[in-house]
């Protein structure tokens, strides 16, 4: 049964991704010769320096934004926690205290809420999701009020890859006068995101989710958006991040983005390819299977479903075993796996969360990878409900 | 994997022996104060971290298991309920019983292992016929032999005890040493590892069970009060320490009566007990000694052994020492011993 080989087939593009030849190329140099303080006077600063802003300028068209509205920061949660706090903050001094977001936001949004409310004196109140994940406009309408500070929805959810509607609520929240934020770290890359066309006021990114560096991360703020800095020093990143800024990390993101962006007419069709067939053949394969998330709404490269009658990580262990990375969605500190929070909230029974599987296609995933989960899947399903009483 | 030098070490010469072999660390267990969770002690992160590290450095792969559910319905919860009865309960033996070698072997079959290992100071000898022996360790100042009597000769089969086959901790920190390991020298943990450094059982009964631990009486043989405890589950029986200035002769905790929230104490002589009444038996073998066989009792956790004459019974077995055993404590374990091969054992009954 045990056999670590590692022909590996990874399926678990949510996770992190390998980082894109393109994007290694372009940091080198920044990692070799080029490795002045992009803030220095002389020219080998002023390398770095031009690093960052033509990463800066590549990365805000990748994604219809202006340079000056770009924020490199060290991650997507560092990204998340800037927009929430910074934001917050920023609104309190008007007298805007509440803050709307589901709770099926990332850990770094939700749990930067819930610190906000805890000791900061802003009102969190939770918007309700459908089973698939989706939050309704309507739902958002009614709960806006003139102490509202901002409204939290991601673009598409990291689990169950549940696309929001982020656009209409965000004109909603426009004609309020609302802030509205998007973590947009698993969109980018995935589905076409245009800050303009969404109308966001805040927008987060993150690297290594599409072929980057990990370690670097983005924010988008609106030309006119206050925002009060979380980190204090040199004043970097028009005071909004400060701390040396990390070239090789910018230009590697970048280099990623106008890849990703670049191949959206094209990648995005594969992979639901891939996606629909694995789920086609797994639905035949094994039974009491449910799919997770919107049935059309959703990130082309992801699928979770549930298994009934299996806890998520025995399976995976055993996947492991075959060579096949998935996840089951979101794991903690220890590296131990909890029943998902985002099902959770879902309103998704224990019995059905508990049996949650994330399968996450990629650039690098062939139809090798789908047949290897086609083939390894099914029976370690079967083994994995036999042993259960 | 604890973490701990032991398990590491025994990890390493499982893969010595040619095993395939995967690392895994139970989280049993969460400290509530933030500051516990991140430091010293075991389930904790720095735990964890350990054990990783040493997987790392052995090159097996390691995992982290949730065993929080079971671990509390199996061994924390019964540990109260025992302490809030007035009785002194030895939780190692069910969590090797229904954890270990309970719910990790069931969830070690699933995933196509043969066997678990650990890094028990035991023994486990194989007959000619396939049948298990669980013996002591050869280091007896460590042996541990007496919280695994509980386990049959399906959990023996399964056990690999590579620890127990050494005569000191230090040919263990040796090994440990050979192999670079970084715990190497990490002190021994001998705390119940959810009660905590510095933390008593009863701290543990007085969180979840507020009410069951509570002011009451210490009162004589004759039931004249001498003295007020702060809490059965602060006492166990043999114990001296802790009773307060009650008189100049010492006294001893002969007997907790849960009913009346009462500490008996008496003199030393009042702690010999001729025999013993043991409940929810288990024998390695699958098969009871007979009525009148003499074998040796240990009473309590690295206790010495009790000549004694085996009755069976209803409930589990009967025990009649040769000589008065002291400070038998109701809720511990008898563990039956010839020379050293474990026949079995039980949970001592009040009566």
Known sequence: ?389 | MSGGVDSSVAAALAVREGHEVVGATLKQWEFPEEEARLTKGCCTLDAVADARRAADVIGIPHYTFDFRETFAAQVVDPFVDDYAKGLTPNPCIRCNELVRFGALADKARMLGFDGIVTGHYARVVSEADGRKRLLRARNADKDQSYVLYALGQSALAMAFFPIGEHSSKDEVRAIARDHALPNADREDSLEVCFVGEGRRPGDVVAEKVPVAVRRGPIVDDAGAVVGEHRGLAYYTVGQRRGLGSISTEPHYVTRIDADRNAIVVGTEESLGRCELRAQRPRFVSGDRPGDGERLDAVVRYRGEPVPAAFFGSEEGFRLEFERPARAIAPGQAAVLYRGDEVIGGGTITGR
């Open chain 1, 1 to 389: 049964m045990r056999s670590y080989h590692y022909l590996m087939h990874y399926l678990d593009y949510a996770a992190t991704s390998p980082i894109l030849p393109e994007a290694r190329e372009a940091m080198l140099p920044f990692l070799t010769d080029a490795w002045g303080n992009p803030s220095s006077i002389y020219s080998r600063g002023r390398e770095a320096r031009k690093g960052i802003d033509e990463a800066r300028e590549k990365l805000a068209l990748a994604i219809g934004a202006s340079p000056e509205e770009i924020v490199f920061t060290g991650g997507g949660t560092e990204a998340d926690n800037l927009a929430v706090k910074g934001a917050a903050w920023a609104q309190a001094s008007q007298g805007r205290r509440h803050i709307l977001l589901p709770k099926i936001e990332h850990h770094a949004v939700l749990d930067s809420a819930t610190w906000l409310s805890a000791s900061q004196g802003f009102e969190v109140e939770i918007l309700p999701v459908d089973e698939t994940g989706f939050v309704s406009p309507s739902e958002v309408g009614q709960r806006l009020r003139d102490d509202t500070a901002l409204v939290c929805l991601m673009l598409a959810n990291n689990e169950i890859g549940t696309i929001e509607p982020v656009a209409e609520i965000a004109a909603l929240c426009r004609d309020r006068g609302v802030l509205l934020f998007t973590d947009a770290v698993q969109a980018l890359g995935k589905i076409d995101v245009d800050v303009r066309g969404l109308g966001v006021d805040l927008a987060a990114f993150s690297a290594h989710k599409i072929g980057g560096p990990k370690g670097t991360g983005a924010l988008y703020v609106r030309r006119g958006v206050k925002l009060i800095p979380t980190t204090h020093g040199g004043g970097q990143e028009r005071g909004r991040r400060s701390g040396t800024e990390n070239p090789a990390g910018a230009v590697g993101f970048a280099a990623a983005a106008e890849i990703v962006t670049g191949e959206l007419e094209t990648e995005p069709d594969r992979w639901r390819g891939l996606r629909d067939r694995m789920w086609a053949g797994l639905r035949d394969l094994i039974g009491d299977l449910r799919l997770n998330g919107h049935a059309s709404e959703r990130l082309p490269h992801n699928l979770n479903i549930s298994v009934r009658g299996v806890v998520g990580e025995d399976v995976l262990l055993m996947l492991d075993a075959k060579g096949i990375c998935a996840s089951t969605g979101s794991a903690c500190q220890s590296g131990s796996v909890e029943p998902s929070y985002v099902l959770g909230a879902c309103g998704i029974p224990k019995a059905w969360a508990q049996g949650a599987l994330r399968l996450t296609v990629g650039r690098g995933t062939t139809d090798s990878d789908i047949d290897a989960v086609l083939n390894e899947l099914p029976p370690i399903v079967e083994r994995v409900r036999s042993f259960k009483r």
